[in-house]
């Protein structure tokens, strides 16, 4: 099955933020790839927060897979959610016991967003004035933003470089 290239202005633009959705998601041109930013952490190491910081990987991942889920419980169910009460609510405690499953969850969300990431509707309102397209967006930017603080966590830590390297030219 072959499709003819998009043809308007708005198809094209539509396919462009189709294609960079996932990369926004995880990374890997223009900031390092959430996974090589959790590989090689074992459970002691991510849920250990240095002095100083607030947040140890395992809460900063935990916090973002409370927001993914979120996400697309608006998206898949096509209804505005209320948003929580207290940004407390957001941060779940993570144990050492936890990290495997905080991880896989992580992976799990992860592929539940590609399959929206190029959607035809992205421009249809989905939670209150947001559009689908906007709230992958705006989710794609807070996990960019938490991973950074991830690989500043793992140098806080002396676990950065991951085993497969990282932006370290």
Do not use: C
Not at 42 to 61: F, I, K, N, Y
Not at 149 to 162: D, E, F, S, Y
């Amino acid at each position: 099955m072959t499709t003819d290239p998009p043809t308007d202005r708005f198809d094209r633009a539509q396919l462009a933020f189709a294609r960079l959705l996932p990369k926004l998601f995880r990374g890997g041109q223009a900031f390092v790839g959430v996974e090589a930013s959790l590989s090689g952490l074992d459970a002691a190491t991510a849920t250990r927060r240095p002095d100083g910081l607030t947040h140890s990987v395992a809460e900063l991942v935990a916090h973002v897979n409370w927001w993914n889920r979120w996400m697309l419980d608006v998206i898949e169910e096509g209804r505005a959610m209320p948003y929580p009460k207290h940004a407390a609510d957001t941060w779940p405690a993570v144990t050492e016991g936890d990290w495997p499953r905080v991880r896989a969850e992580f992976y799990e969300l992860l592929a539940r967003v590609d399959t929206h990431t190029a959607r035809p509707d992205l421009a249809n309102p989905v939670n209150h004035e947001e559009t689908i397209g906007e709230l992958l967006a705006d989710f794609a930017l807070h996990t960019a933003h938490h991973f950074g603080q991830v690989i500043t966590v793992r140098q806080a830590l002396g676990a950065w470089p991951p085993p497969g390297g990282g932006d370290t030219w």
